[in-house]
């Protein structure tokens, strides 16, 4: 860590009274930052807080129709004030680089990223295209690439997302900028290649390079930052050096994110706050925990599983399944048994690629497998045509990770949910006061029934998908990676809605996620996939505190925690 520069040294970047407007509305209100080189500071705080609009304006990308103004931006000295787009295009890239969350869709799929990162090169500096190649690749080494030579030649959609998401950093370090943006740059990483991303961007910082890491991730930003500004509806309400932010905050608002985080919460304590709450009055008590504030628990214990002679709801057989791919073919699923029992969760973890999404497809029978069975409820499940099936299916719901691309955007919400409604059953007129009753169920307005999914905030979103999943009223509930694109306050109130509502009803839950915090708080049992084998399965607790299998205790050891 490095709080100050040496004497006569600019910092990074000086910013004063950065204000930011769109159509008339200010979203950032005289916001003022420090950075120096060889430090990280963190940008945390709940989506719309004004966190990404920012980071861009510190860019001079704040988007069309925005109106920026600063009593102070200065880079490397350098007074930005009034620059002009001319003057930024000559900044990016090689005084300032960004990294933002989804590298699919910030890297150009119609070239290879090794030609991406060149183009760098070629724009700010006179280098001969043999020195820019080798410096690529050398780039590509740097960020921990397996293969330089042969990702160079890849295109963005034929690597994984943590390969993406180093082929970005590379594209950002290609001039060694000193200041580097990164914005939410794990989000939605599994937990082996968020360490390995967390790990590249530390070296960065300790080689000298100014980091402003964007997140809503605190154990990210615990393991990361050295300082921490916490942002709430455009101001900074709280800011400090990271230890003193996460173990003693000052704001309640900054507590309420802390008790959010569901990492060492244990199964079936209240993660999100009461509605409304803004201030200390409004927050449930608290009480330390780890070295951190949490809430006390308004929850009463771990929801029953119910295991006993009772058969299983759901189990797979032995099932295995494989893909054909160029050169071969790929076993994504191999002689996986499990079983679920009402009202327990199963937990599934492992890296992506695992084959954690076969199998839910596999157990909702969106997917045959090449040998074993599903067997529902002691029915066959897998084997039976689509036809016999289709009665079967509304003992079965599920929740996806993008929940917008599930919905018809054409349908309003109400459709929606009368259209999930009716499956299997007839509906005789009743469907509005259905509706009103699944929105009721999962915390929204009855209003909403009006509006269509693009309208909606993506915790609104979520709730939706949640209320779809349960109007044909299932037994077991399938839930793919969840919440992994929410904030940690909506999180924590989608990780609670599917804890009451599993105690209401008594489902059964498959829940899938690369996030260990979540699946450790939500879950009863656990099983960690690899290769598309189960390496390990057990009690969650046991699992966790105590893995048996080496992959394990390496998934919990790269696991970003905030710690005492």
Same mark, same amino acid.
């Given at each position: 860590m490095?709080?100050?520069?040496?004497?006569?040294?600019?910092?990074?970047l000086?910013?004063a009274g950065l204000?930011?407007?769109?159509?008339?509305?200010?979203?950032?209100?005289?916001?003022?930052?420090?950075?120096?080189?060889?430090?990280?500071?963190?940008?945390?705080?709940?989506s719309?807080s004004?966190k990404?609009?920012?980071?861009?304006?510190?860019?001079?990308m704040?988007?069309?129709?925005?109106?920026?103004?600063?009593a102070?931006?200065?880079?490397l000295?350098?007074d930005?004030?009034d620059?002009?787009e001319?003057?930024?295009?000559?900044?990016r890239?090689?005084?300032?680089?960004?990294?933002?969350?989804?590298?699919?869709?910030?890297l150009?799929?119609l070239r290879?990223?090794?030609?991406?990162?060149?183009d760098?090169?070629r724009?700010?500096?006179?280098?001969?295209?043999?020195?820019?190649?080798?410096?690529?690749?050398?780039?590509?080494?740097?960020?921990?690439?397996?293969d330089?030579?042969?990702?160079? +030649?890849r295109?963005s959609?034929?690597?994984?997302?943590?390969?993406?998401?180093?082929?970005?950093?590379?594209?950002?370090?290609?001039?060694?900028?000193?200041?580097?943006?990164?914005?939410?740059?794990?989000?939605?990483?599994?937990?082996t290649v968020?360490?390995?991303v967390?790990?590249l961007?530390?070296?960065?910082?300790?080689?000298?390079?100014?980091?402003l890491?964007?997140s809503?991730d605190? #154990?990210?930003?615990?393991?990361l930052?050295d300082?921490?500004l916490?942002?709430?509806?455009?101001?900074?309400i709280?800011?400090?050096?990271?230890?003193?932010?996460?173990?003693?905050?000052?704001?309640a608002?900054?507590r309420?994110?802390?008790a959010?985080?569901?990492?060492?919460?244990?199964?079936?304590?209240?993660l999100?706050?009461?509605?409304?709450a803004?201030?200390?009055?409004?927050?449930?008590?608290? +009480?330390?925990?780890?070295?951190?504030?949490?809430?006390t628990?308004?929850?009463?214990?771990?929801?029953?599983t119910?295991?006993?002679?009772?058969?299983?709801?759901?189990?797979?057989?032995h099932?295995?399944?494989a893909?054909?791919v160029?050169g071969?073919?790929? +076993?994504?699923?191999?002689?996986?048994?499990?079983?679920?029992?009402?009202g327990?969760?199963?937990?599934?973890?492992?890296?992506?690629?695992?084959?954690?999404?076969t199998? *839910?497809?596999?157990?909702?029978?969106?997917?045959?497998?090449?040998?074993?069975?599903?067997v529902?409820d002691g029915?066959?499940?897998?084997?039976r045509?689509?036809?016999?099936?289709r009665p079967?299916?509304?003992?079965?719901?599920?929740?996806?990770?993008?929940?917008?691309?599930?919905?018809d955007?054409?349908w309003?919400?109400?459709r929606?949910?009368? $259209?999930a409604?009716?499956?299997?059953?007839?509906?005789?007129?009743?469907?509005?006061?259905?509706?009103?009753?699944?929105l009721?169920?999962?915390?929204?307005e009855?209003a909403l029934?009006?509006?269509?999914?693009?309208?909606?905030?993506?915790?609104?979103r979520?709730?939706v *998908?949640?209320?779809?999943?349960?109007?044909?009223?299932?037994?077991?509930?399938?839930?793919?990676e969840?919440v992994?694109?929410?904030?940690?306050?909506?999180?924590?109130?989608?990780?609670?809605?599917? $804890?009451?509502?599993?105690? $209401?009803?008594?489902?059964?839950m498959?829940?899938?996620?690369?996030?260990?915090?979540?699946?450790r708080h939500?879950?009863?049992?656990v099983?960690?996939m690899r290769?598309?084998?189960?390496?390990?399965?057990?009690?969650?607790?046991?699992?966790?505190?105590?893995?048996?299998?080496?992959? +394990?205790a390496?998934?919990? #050891?790269?696991?970003?925690r905030?710690?005492?």
């Open positions: 490095r709080p100050e520069d040496a004497p006569g040294d600019a910092p990074a000086d910013v204000h930011v407007s769109f159509g008339g509305r200010e979203v950032v209100h005289g916001l003022s930052l420090r950075l120096h080189r060889g430090e990280c500071v963190a940008l945390v705080g709940e719309g004004g990404s609009v920012t980071a861009r304006a510190l860019l001079g704040a988007g069309a129709g925005a109106s920026t103004n600063a102070r931006l200065e880079l000295g350098r930005l004030t620059a002009g001319r003057t930024w295009r000559s900044v890239g090689r005084d300032i680089g960004l990294v933002l969350q989804d590298a699919l869709v910030s150009d799929p290879p990223v090794g030609r991406e990162i060149e760098a090169l724009i700010h500096e006179r280098l001969p295209r043999a020195a820019r190649r080798a410096r690529v690749l050398h780039l590509l080494e740097r960020v921990g690439m397996p330089p030579v042969f990702a160079a +030649t295109r959609g034929e690597l994984s997302g943590g390969l993406r998401q180093r082929a970005l950093i590379a594209s950002a370090l290609a001039l060694d900028p000193p200041l580097l943006v990164a914005d939410e740059p794990t989000t939605a990483l599994d937990v968020q360490a390995r967390l790990d961007l530390a070296e960065i910082r300790e080689a000298g390079t100014g980091i890491l964007i809503h605190l #154990a990210v930003v615990a393991r930052a300082r921490i916490v942002m709430r509806g455009g101001r900074v709280e800011e400090g050096p990271t230890e003193t932010v996460l173990r003693s905050p000052r704001e608002y900054t309420a994110l802390l959010a985080v569901p990492t060492d919460r244990p199964r079936g304590s209240a999100s706050v009461r509605a409304g803004s201030d200390a009055a409004t927050l449930p008590p608290a +009480t330390q925990y780890g070295g951190r504030t949490r809430t628990s308004a929850v009463s214990g771990p929801a029953p119910g295991h006993g002679s009772e058969r299983p709801l759901l189990q797979l057989h099932v295995s399944k893909f054909d160029p071969g073919r790929l +076993t994504a699923v191999d002689d996986v048994t499990l079983e679920l029992h009402a327990e969760t199963l937990g599934l973890v492992g890296e992506s690629g695992s084959g954690k999404t199998v *839910a497809r596999l157990a909702l029978a969106l997917s045959t497998p090449d040998s074993g069975d599903v529902l029915i066959d499940w897998s084997r045509p689509e036809r016999e099936r079967m299916r509304p003992r079965l719901g599920a929740i996806y990770q993008d929940a917008l691309s599930s919905f955007p054409r309003s919400v109400g929606i949910l009368a $259209d409604a009716a499956r299997g059953r007839r509906l005789s007129g009743r469907a509005d006061s259905l509706v009103d009753d699944l009721e169920q999962v915390g929204l009855p029934a009006e509006r269509r999914p693009l309208t909606l905030s993506g915790g609104q979520q709730r *998908a949640i209320a779809r999943a349960l109007a044909a009223e299932p037994e077991v509930l399938v839930c793919d969840p992994s694109a929410l904030d940690v306050t909506i999180q924590a109130q989608i990780l609670d809605l599917l $804890d009451r509502l599993q105690r $209401d009803r008594r489902l059964a498959l829940f899938i996620s690369h996030d260990l915090g979540v699946v939500m879950s009863d049992r099983a960690v290769a598309g084998r189960i390496v390990e399965l057990g009690d969650a607790e046991s699992v966790f505190r105590a893995p048996s299998h080496p992959y +394990t390496q998934l919990v #050891a790269d696991a970003p905030i710690v005492a």
